[in-house]
């Protein structure tokens, strides 16, 4: 984005959304609205705990932020 090269965003961008727009809403809790982790894998400390993960939550944010930025960009 910065370096203006458009060809590199353009390719990638589809597959961006693809991601934000399908992984994450199936690896949603729909109770808390916060991430899943998925059974049998560790937190940010690869320790093997169960439930959700807020600062996976907090990751997405910042991804949605950032494609919204592309977005504008393109």
Not at 10 to 17: A, F, G, N, W
Not at 19 to 37: A, F, I, M, P, W
Not at 40 to 53: K, L, T
Request: net charge negative; glycine share 6%.
């Amino acid at each position: 984005m910065y370096t203006g090269n458009l060809t590199y965003i353009e390719t990638y961008y589809p597959t961006l959304l693809s991601v934000l727009d399908n992984y994450y809403v199936k690896h949603t809790d729909r109770n808390t609205s916060l991430l899943l982790r998925e059974e049998g894998y560790g937190d940010y400390g690869f320790i093997p705990r169960d439930g959700s993960a807020a600062y996976y939550s907090a990751l997405y944010v910042l991804a949605l932020r950032r494609a919204a930025d592309l977005a504008d960009y393109l």
